[in-house]
């Protein structure tokens, strides 16, 4: 599973909550996946995973993944399970939490713990 699946599931799920809590809103959840070369060692890569709420034309930081890896051939499947996998464990642990309930009311404007 991809984690824009994942993505999608949780939209979904946002939007059923917000159904049965007659809450009128909007808003949705993006992805951002980055790759770029890393900028000192040109054998290592940075990997960011980043879910972004949506919402009225502004977007405001949900989750952040990141990973800096040497890379070598056939490797970057793996790493990108590693990256689902860790963003998958973000995810569950965010459901519950406070701003994940402001996401459902369409309230979310981000949040200072980065």
């Not at 980055?34 to 949900?62: C, L, M, S």
């Not at 989750?63 to 860790?86: H, P, S, Y």
Request: aromatic share 10%.
């Amino acid at each position: 599973m991809k984690a824009e699946d994942i993505i999608e599931g949780l939209n979904r799920s946002i939007e059923d909550k917000r159904d049965a809590l007659k809450i009128k809103t909007t808003g949705h959840l993006v992805l951002q996946r980055t790759v770029k070369p890393h900028q000192t060692f040109k054998a290592y890569k940075e990997y960011e995973f980043v879910i972004w709420f949506v919402k009225g034309g502004k977007k405001y930081r949900v989750i952040t993944v990141r990973k800096t890896a040497k890379v070598l051939d056939g490797q970057e499947e793996t790493i990108m399970r590693e990256m689902n996998a860790e963003l998958s464990r973000q995810i569950f642990n965010w459901i519950g939490c406070n701003f994940y309930e402001q996401v459902i009311k369409g309230e979310y404007n981000g949040h200072t713990d980065e």
